[in-house]
């Protein structure tokens, strides 16, 4: 299993471009999220999905969009980039839809920089 | 609301010296504690995790917790520290509310 797995490593992006981070796992894992992790702010929720077509916020959702219309994919959409979103982006999964009290198992994380 | 507060920015250990890294939660309801451990450039990587029975926690690479509600702690400790274990250490919680709260880390240095 490649376990998940997040597209692209690094990315630059101009004030107002849009972009998408991929996630995807193999694992069958009902429970995909998305984090960012800031320095001195530990790391955050943003959005996280309990199965396919179903989607919530997390704790800073705001300037984000998901969708999860497969198990296996759960992108992260910013429709109009800002520098304040520049950080690094953390995809997790974990078997239960309650993946809050759940292993959580991590990708290898985006580093994102807006200018 | 929940919070997680990791009160040790940074630590600095010999090798072969002992280690506590200090988690303090706030949560109405009985939580789910768990500790993650990350290596410079990589994602974060599951040590232990309390759900509910025995209070000390066995995880992996020799690390323990210990949850006592009565403090409101769940403190990870390892005997023996390895210069392998360098890294940033998170504590965090998690409820059925799929709300999930991170600490803002302790970054472990290891001397030799």
């Known amino acids: 299993n490649a376990g998940v797995t997040q597209t692209p490593k690094f990315q630059v992006l101009k004030t107002g471009q849009s972009m998408t981070l991929q996630c995807a796992q193999d694992m069958n894992h009902e429970y995909m999220s998305w984090y960012r992790q800031d320095p001195g702010m530990g790391l955050r929720l943003i959005h996280y999905s309990v199965g396919a077509g179903i989607t919530d916020q997390g704790e800073v959702p705001n300037g984000y969009n998901v969708s999860r219309s497969t198990t296996e994919d759960f992108p992260l959409r910013l429709l109009s980039a800002a520098p304040s979103q520049t950080s690094v982006y953390f995809c997790?999964?974990?078997?239960?839809?309650?993946?809050?009290?759940?292993?959580?198992?991590f990708g290898p994380g985006t580093r994102l920089t807006v200018l | 609301a929940q919070s997680v507060t990791q009160p040790d920015i940074h630590i600095t250990v010999s090798e072969g010296a002992s280690l506590e890294l200090r988690c303090n939660y706030s949560?109405?309801?009985?939580?789910?504690l768990f500790w993650y451990v990350q290596s410079p450039g990589q994602g974060l990587q599951l040590l232990l995790k309390y759900f509910s029975g025995d209070t000390l926690v066995q995880g992996i690479k020799g690390f323990e917790a210990e949850f006592k509600r009565s403090q409101s702690s769940f403190n990870l400790r390892k005997p023996s520290v390895h210069w392998s274990d360098a890294a940033e250490y998170f504590c965090a919680v998690g409820s059925y509310g799929n709300q999930f709260y991170f600490g803002t880390g302790t970054s472990l240095t290891v001397i030799p």
């Open positions: 997790a999964s974990s078997y239960s839809a309650s993946g809050s009290t759940d292993t959580q198992y």
């Open positions: 949560y109405g309801a009985t939580p789910y």
